[in-house]
C-alpha cells in the first residue's frame, strides 16, 4: 500500500438526520455526529494525514459520506455520479477541491457510480453492481482506470447497501467481511464477521493504522490478532444513517 497523506471529509449539516437511512436505529444527534467527526479526524491526523476539512453543505443531508464522491489513485481522482437524486450534486464541490490536487476524471450522466461501491486491492479494483452502481457506470470507472495502469473486477452485491459496507481489505493479503462476499478474499485470509457484528466489516487501514469501529468485540478479537496499530472510534451515530468508517474520507 502506497503511503497516504492526505483526507478530504466533510462536516455533517444540521439537516445530518435528513438523510437516507435504512437502519431503523432511531434518529442521530446533530451534536454528538460533531463530536464523532471531530474524533474522526483527529484519528486521520494521528495517521500522519493532513486533513482538508469542508463546513457542512446544508443542501445535502449525506454531504459528510464523500467517500461516495470519487474514487482516487495517486495518478488521477475520478468524480463519480451519486445515483440517489438528493445525493446527486455533492460531487461538484467535491471535484472543485480536487481539481487543484489531482488531474480529473469523471463518470457521466445517466450513468450512476458511488466511492462506497469501490473496493481497492493493490491494482486491481473490485465494483459492487448495487442500487447505487450500475454496470455502465462500473464499465465507465474499469475503462478510465485502465487508462492508468488498474484492473477492475465487477461485483453483483445483494442487500447491502454499498459493496464496502460489506467488507474491507486491511493490506497484506488481510480482508474482513461477510460471508456473501468472501470469494473477493478467495486464497487470502478473510475474517468473516459474525451475525449481528455485519458493521465492522468497514474498517479502514491508513497507513500502519487500523481504524475500526467501536463495539464489535468479536471482530475486534480477531483483528486484534493481525497485529495493527489499532484506533477504535464510536460511529454510533453515522451507523444510524448507513455510514461507516471508509465513507468519512477521501484518502489518497
Ligand atoms: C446513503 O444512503 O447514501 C447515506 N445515508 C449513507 C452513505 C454511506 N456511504 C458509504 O457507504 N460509502
Not at 219 to 227: A, E, F, M, T, Y
Request: hydrophobic fraction near 35%; charge should be negative.
Amino acid at each position: 500500500m502506497s503511503k497516504l497523506t492526505k483526507a478530504i471529509v466533510r462536516k455533517p449539516g444540521k439537516n445530518f438526520a435528513d438523510g437516507i437511512s435504512t437502519s431503523n436505529l432511531g434518529k442521530p444527534s446533530f451534536e454528538l455526529a460533531l463530536d464523532q467527526h471531530a474524533a474522526y479526524r483527529e484519528a486521520l491526523k494521528q495517521c500522519y494525514i493532513d486533513v482538508i476539512v469542508l463546513e457542512a453543505d446544508e443542501r445535502y443531508p449525506d454531504g459528510c459520506f464523500v467517500e461516495d464522491t470519487a474514487v482516487v489513485t495517486n495518478e488521477v481522482a475520478i468524480i463519480t455520479r451519486p445515483a440517489d437524486p438528493s445525493r446527486l450534486g455533492e460531487e461538484e464541490s467535491i471535484l472543485e477541491t480536487m481539481s487543484k490536487l489531482k488531474k480529473i476524471e469523471r463518470i457521466t450522466a445517466p450513468e450512476n457510480l458511488e466511492g462506497g461501491d469501490i473496493l481497492r486491492v493493490e491494482k486491481n479494483f473490485y465494483i459492487g453492481i448495487t442500487k447505487r452502481t450500475n454496470v455502465e457506470g462500473a464499465n465507465q470507472l474499469a475503462q478510465l482506470l485502465s487508462k492508468y495502469g488498474y484492473t477492475a473486477t465487477q461485483v453483483p452485491v445483494k442487500d447491502i447497501l454499498h459493496l464496502k459496507t460489506g467488507i474491507a481489505y486491511l493490506g497484506d493479503n488481510n480482508f474482513i467481511g461477510v460471508d456473501e462476499l468472501r470469494g473477493i478474499a478467495q486464497g487470502k485470509n478473510m475474517i468473516k464477521v459474525e451475525q449481528g457484528e455485519e458493521y465492522s466489516a468497514n474498517c479502514l487501514r491508513v497507513n500502519d493504522s487500523l481504524i475500526i469501529p467501536k463495539g464489535f468485540p468479536k471482530s475486534k478479537s480477531q483483528i486484534v490478532r493481525l497485529g495493527y496499530n489499532i484506533i477504535e472510534l464510536d460511529m454510533s451515530e453515522f451507523r444510524k444513517m448507513d455510514g461507516g468508517l471508509t465513507c468519512l474520507s477521501l484518502l489518497f
